[in-house]
Every structure is written in structure tokens, then in C-alpha cells.
């Protein structure tokens, strides 16, 4: 009976400094599970470093190492998601490449997956990352909870092991913008959890910042729900109906005191300000659906590569040490 397969996967984005120990760990890590074949996916997303040129060595000496090197930077998102249409295993493992998502997870995640869990995520029980990132990154959780019509994990981004059955539904979406935390949520899959403490980056310096996570944000408000549609929606009912109260209200004042009520501009400027902003609002939160199915239907490639290493139609080959 041929060994099952684990393939893990991470994005890279300038992680010259952290990728090579990245590939010992997990390497070391994957050796210990001789019962398994596994193959790891690495993308370099556009690095100014040298990112590329370490994963395409490590690829050269290494044929459980499969590398992409994408044309330009597409986001961890895409890229991610690209490695999981191009892994083969029985599971995969989705893991950050700056060592903030330990690997030494691993292990646990394939025991809990041996137990019969198809979706094993791990959920940050403390961080060491700056005080402000934690509270943009906190404060980005609860907006998407709060507006996605399907439940959301606290403190859980995605590191974890995915059934292939999973996998193949992910595919199956095929979402030009993927979203995998909401997707895997909405086919009804819940996760089984387990704890970690989240390090510090080992080396190197995080891309994220506030403008990123309000993109990120935008990008999962759209996948994710209708909400804010109809919240323009409710705006605009609630605008309508304070306008007509206010002028009938204003109505009755000036015929009750005809002579001396001043009815003044000031009021009048404020309604248009306020039914101003309202539509700008909601013209916004209308542009970001509409540029969500235009991006849909223009059906682009998620990922272009530049270059790529190891992918063959081989299956890899059984489980062994580094060369």
C-alpha cells in the first residue's frame, strides 16, 4: 500500500533570512514521520531579496522541495491559494514563512488528522508581536466576524491541515480572490483547534501594515457577506425617515409660530452633508462589489509564474533526509 502524502506549503515574500531554517525545521520535522511521503511548495512572491535564488538552490539539491517563482507580487492570498491547487497530498499544511506560525504544529496537526479530523487549524492563545499591530490585527477579526454570515474562528488565520476532501472543494470554487478561511467555513466544515503561542518574525521585516489589513479587510467584507449592502440599504430608510420627521416637525413649528420661528439655512446644510455622506458610503461599499464580480468575470490567472522547479508528474519520491 503506497504511504500517504503531506504536503506543506508557504508563501514568501522577502524571507531571505528565514527560509533555509524554515526548510530544515520542517524537513527535520517530516523525517520523524517515515509512515508518510511529503513534498513541500514554496512561492516567492515578488522578493526584492533573495528569496528566489535560496528556494531555487534548495529545489536544485532537494526533490521533496517544489518551488514557484511568481511574476510579481499577487498577495499571500492568491499565492497561497495557488499552492494549494498545485499541491498533491493526502492533507496540506498552510504555514506563514517567518516562523510565526511554529512548525513545530506539525506534528500535532497531523495526529489530530489521523484521529479523523479533516480540518485542524491552530489558534493563537498569545503573541509576541508589537502592541499596535495586535490591536489592528484584533480590531480586523472582529470587523470581519461581526459582518460575515458565516462563523468565524477568534484568533485562527488559516495555519493548518486540510483534508484533501477540503481541498477539492476549494478547487472546485475556484475564486479568483480567495477568501480560504470563509470558504472553508461556508461549505460547513468546523475546525478542530489547537492552542499555540505565536512567536515573534525570526528575521527579516513584516510587509503588513494598517493600509494592508484595510485591504485585506475590504477584499473579506465582499467575500464574505452582504451586510454592508444592506446596511446602506437600512442608511438610506433611516435618512428618508429622520428628513420627513424633521420637516414635518419644522412644518408645525412654523405654522404654530409663523411670525417669530426662524427656520435659518444651518439645518438645511446638515441634511445635505448627512445625505451626502450616506451616499458616498454606500456608493463605495457598492464599487467594491461590483469591482469584486468585475475582477470574477474578467477570470484572470490567479498567479503567473516566472519560473518554477520540481513539478513533474512524477509523484515524489519516499520519504528521506536532506541530501
Known amino acids: 500500500m503506497e504511504k500517504k502524502l503531506i504536503s506543506i506549503i508557504s508563501s514568501c515574500y522577502n524571507e531571505g533570512e528565514n ?28 522578493s526584492s531579496d533573495d528569496t528566489a535564488e535560496k528556494l531555487e538552490q534548495i529545489a536544485l539539491r532537494d526533490a521533496h522541495v517544489k518551488v514557484v517563482i511568481n511574476l510579481k507580487n499577487y498577495g499571500p492570498d492568491r499565492s497561497g491559494t495557488y499552492l494549494i491547487y ?3 497530498g493526502d492533507a496540506v499544511i498552510c504555514m506563514a514563512s517567518d516562523f510565526q506560525d511554529p512548525p513545530e504544529m506539525i506534528p500535532l496537526f497531523i495526529q489530530h488528522w489521523e484521529q479523523g479530523h479533516k480540518l485542524v487549524w491552530g489558534q493563537r492563545t498569545s503573541t509576541k508581536s ?12 472582529i ?13 485562527a488565520n488559516g495555519f493548518g491541515l486540510y483534508d484533501r476532501e477540503i481541498i477539492d472543494w476549494i478547487k472546485w470554487i475556484d475564486d479568483p480572490e480567495p477568501f480560504i478561511r470563509n470558504s472553508v467555513s461556508s ?5 478542530f483547534l489547537v492552542p499555540f503561542k505565536q512567536n515573534v518574525r525570526r528575521a527579516g521585516k513584516s510587509s503588513y501594515n494598517f493600509l494592508r489589513y484595510m485591504n485585506d479587510g475590504f477584499t473579506a467584507m465582499v467575500a464574505t457577506t452582504k451586510v454592508p449592502l444592506r446596511v446602506s440599504t437600512y442608511l438610506g430608510l433611516i435618512t428618508a425617515t429622520l428628513c420627513v420627521v424633521i420637516g414635518f416637525v419644522y412644518f408645525v413649528l412654523k405654522i404654530v409660530y409663523w411670525e417669530s420661528f426662524n427656520f435659518g439655512i444651518t439645518p438645511v446644510l446638515l441634511g445635505q452633508f448627512f445625505t451626502g455622506a450616506v451616499q458616498l458610503v454606500s456608493l463605495g461599499i457598492i464599487g467594491e462589489y461590483i469591482g469584486a464580480i468585475l475582477t470574477r468575470v474578467k477570470r484572470r490567472p490567479m498567479v503567473i509564474e516566472k519560473q518554477s522547479f520540481n513539478f513533474t508528474k512524477d509523484k515524489p519520491n519516499s520519504n528521506s533526509g536532506q541530501d
Open 19 to 46: 527560509i533555509i531554517p524554515l526548510y530544515q525545521s520542517i524537513t527535520e520535522i517530516m523525517n520523524g514521520f517515515p509512515q508518510y511521503r511529503y513534498e513541500l511548495l514554496f512561492a516567492d512572491n515578488g
Open 86 to 88: 498545485k499541491a498533491s
Open 130 to 141: 508589537r502592541k499596535s499591530m495586535n490591536l489592528v490585527r484584533s480590531l480586523y477579526y
Open 143 to 155: 470587523i470581519i466576524a461581526g459582518l460575515s454570515e458565516n462563523e468565524e474562528v477568534k484568533n
Open 187 to 191: 461549505m460547513g466544515y468546523k475546525p
